[in-house]
């Protein structure tokens, strides 16, 4: 397969490296996309550009993953990606694509890959 993982954050880039370290992540992860880095915070569209812009992908082939509706979920749709909405606990508006937990995201994630569609 031929995924990029990237982080799109509200934190600073020093904040997330250090998060990803700890939590043992660091070395699967292709790049970092920060406001510190980018120049822009989520929902806005150019924190979602800078993304594609890094890994050289269009945003209709990129899957993003997070938990605010409006930040990550709308900003990622607004800007050509496809969306996945984490919702742990509480019901999904409907219409909303949405996963219960990051392994099922993985899942969803392999699944676009495997028809073509991610």
Do not use: Q
């Not at 509200?10 to 292709?30: A, C, M, Q, T, Y």
């Not at 980018?38 to 209709?60: E, H, M, T, W």
């Not at 993953?65 to 509480?90: F, H, N, P, Q, T």
């Amino acid at each position: 397969l031929n995924l990029k993982i990237v982080i799109l954050s509200n934190n600073l880039s020093n904040e997330v490296v250090k998060v990803l370290r700890i939590i043992g992540v660091k070395d699967f992860v292709d790049a970092i996309a920060t406001p510190d880095l980018s120049g822009y915070f989520k929902p806005s569209l150019g924190a979602f550009k800078y993304v594609a812009n890094i890994v050289r992908v269009p945003p209709n082939r990129i899957i993003h993953i997070g938990d605010s509706l409006e930040e990550d979920y709308m900003g990622a749709l607004k800007s050509g990606m496809k969306a996945l909405l984490v919702v742990r606990k509480a019901n999904p508006p409907s219409g909303i694509r949405y996963v219960r937990s990051l392994d099922e995201a993985c899942d969803r994630v392999l699944a676009f890959e495997h028809v073509g569609e991610g």
